[in-house]
């Protein structure tokens, strides 16, 4: 063991007696220890620092000790979140040689890649309102089992979902999760409690028709209006027209509980003999 010893020795000889004395010190034994730099996924099971912890003479000149393998250093791998956690030192396990020896570290780290997003689940149609529409979506990742949290695990970006139609968003990872997942769902029309419409009009699953009565042949501008304002596409011209007919125009847009009047204006084209047209 290490340490400061005395050393005696005696000599015996006829008539004489004398003894010789020297101290000398053994010194403790130099060693070098080094934790590896690791990498794991975030779904990955802990890695097993001690069984890669390497030690190595720090002593010149001299061999590790065969006593040295007893030595025992415990380093847990109990980080939880993605990100590159450095510095990393074992601790030695107290025993009965660890006096021995001094030690120097070389410290290690573990890097911990973020998971994959798997997926989300569909998102139903949603009633138009007249404002952006921000549904929850329901989203997973590669592990472990069950939803993500939105905001700690990912965040969600809208576009195009005010109005009636299709609706995008994309779905991009945060903290243990990367990539990005994009969907899209519908916004629809549903008829308000009461539609007001000029007369001969009727609707029929957001449609308007109009029944018109032609005097003569002739040609037309139509034109579309609406109050309070909704998206109207239809007939915008007639041509060689005669006696009766119906133009058609799609709506949508059409608020909640709340009356929308729609007009259709027909004007005869200059030129020619003007010709009249009426609603029936």
């Known amino acids: 063991l290490n340490g400061e010893y005395n050393v005696g020795i005696v000599s ?9 004395t020297a101290d000398f010190t053994i010194n403790k ?3 070098t220890v080094t934790t590896p730099n690791l990498t794991r996924g975030f779904c990955d099971a802990p890695v097993d620092f001690p069984s890669k912890i ?3 003479a720090t002593t010149k000149g001299q061999s590790l000790p065969s006593t ?12 939880t979140n993605a990100g590159n956690n450095s510095g990393l030192v074992p601790t030695l396990v107290s025993n009965e040689i660890n006096n021995n020896y001094t030690f120097s570290y070389v410290k290690g780290s573990l890097k911990i890649t973020p998971a994959s ?3 989300f689940d569909p998102v139903d149609d949603q009633n138009f309102t007249g404002s952006a529409i921000k549904p929850a979506i ?12 939105e905001g ?19 779905i991009t990872g945060k ?7 994009t969907g899209s769902f519908k916004i629809i029309s549903t008829n308000p409690s009461n539609v007001v419409l000029t007369q001969g009009m009727e609707t029929c699953d957001d449609k308007a028709v109009v029944n018109m009565s032609f005097n003569g042949l002739g040609s037309y501008n139509i034109t579309w209006s609406s109050n309070p304002n909704v998206t109207i596409s239809g007939t915008n011209a007639i041509s060689n027209q005669r006696g009766s007919g119906n133009l058609t125009a799609n709506i949508s847009g059409l608020p909640l509980n709340k009356d929308v009047n729609i007009t259709c204006t027909v004007t005869p084209t200059t030129g020619g003999s003007p010709q009249s047209a009426s609603i029936i």
Do not use: H, M
Request: aromatic letters at 14%.
């Open 117 to 119: 997003l798997s997926g």
């Open 138 to 149: 329901t989203v997973y990742g590669a592990c472990p089992a069950g939803a993500l949290q």
């Open 68 to 79: 040295a393998n007893a030595l025992q250093f415990t380093l847990l791998d109990n980080y």
């Open 12 to 20: 015996k000889e006829e008539f004489r007696n004398y003894s010789i």
């Open 54 to 56: 390497t030690l190595s």
């Open 29 to 31: 034994f130099g060693i």
């Open 152 to 170: 700690t695990d990912y965040t969600v970006s809208f576009s195009n979902n005010t109005n009636v139609g299709t609706a995008n968003f994309t």
């Open 175 to 181: 903290g243990n999760y990367t990539g990005s997942l």
